[in-house]
């Protein structure tokens, strides 16, 4: 790199030497960039061999990466949203059904016919959208069973952002608390399912049951906010219109 010299007539002693100093300066700090400069081409040209073989390794990877979603986790994928239609089959007829509800349950959740069932697919998908998916039918099938230990053990691994199935099954697991006479985390998760996901439709329920438990557990301060919250922000929701007698309620238990 060649070295920075500027021509320039001072005027005067003191003005020629201002002059040769900052030259001087300007020098220094191109010489030093002359030598960081070749540093580094020596230290490439020593280490090219290794760099290279980074670079190599890295798109490696990045290939394996490509290939691994392609060639494996998409097919399994496919595969298990396809298994999922069969015990959702029974699932569904159960929500409609009068009677014999636990037998078509207890179908969706062992499968039938060599068919997997919820359990099934949640264990042997694990990672996929599918099974993760298993995982929140199995837990609503055992709450409705009234199997609550297993219901939150399932609802607990299951885990989404749509904007309905998470608060829901996070207000599952408070039910199941509840029903088990555990208010407290029935409490705690009826917040975590208010606070998961701002519609008009599961905030303010769980919001509700949320005071409601409140109540139940004396906690009047906290009950009063909680109902106030769907007051202040859901009063056209169905749990908003009559929302104000449970404030006042609050407000009174308090006193």
């Known amino acids: 790199m060649a070295t920075y010299k500027k021509k320039y007539k001072a005027e005067g002693k003191k003005q020629q030497q201002q002059v040769e100093e900052m030259e001087s300066t300007t020098a220094e ?7 960081t400069a070749s540093k580094s081409e020596q230290w490439i040209e020593k280490n090219s061999k290794p760099l290279f073989y980074s670079l190599v390794a890295v798109v490696v990877l990045f290939l394996a990466y490509l290939g691994y979603n392609k060639y494996i986790v998409a097919p399994k994928e496919l595969e298990a949203s396809n298994e999922l239609a069969f015990p959702r089959k029974y699932f569904n007829e159960a929500s409609t059904a009068g009677s014999g509800i636990d037998s078509l349950l ?10 997997f069932g919820f359990l099934d697919i949640a264990d042997s998908y694990r990672g996929t959208d599918a099974g993760n998916l298993a995982n929140y039918y199995a837990g609503v099938s055992y709450l409705q069973m009234k199997n609550y230990e297993k219901a939150i053990s ?102």
């Open 29 to 35: 700090v191109f010489n030093t960039l002359d030598e």
């Open 106 to 115: 207890t179908l969706g959740l062992e499968g039938a016919d060599g068919k």
């Open 154 to 255: 399932h609802l607990e691994k299951f885990d989404s952002d749509d904007a309905l199935l998470g608060p829901v099954a996070l207000g599952a697991i408070g039910d199941a608390f509840a029903d088990i006479d555990q208010p407290e985390q029935a409490l705690e998760y009826y917040e975590k399912a208010a606070n998961k996901k701002d519609n008009t439709f599961t905030a303010p329920l769980f919001l509700y049951k949320a005071g409601q438990t409140a109540m139940l557990l004396k906690e009047f301060g906290k009950a009063e906010n909680l109902f106030s919250q769907i007051k202040a922000n859901y009063p056209k929701s169905e749990q908003g219109i009559a929302i104000e007698k449970f404030i006042n309620a609050a407000k009174y238990a308090k006193q």
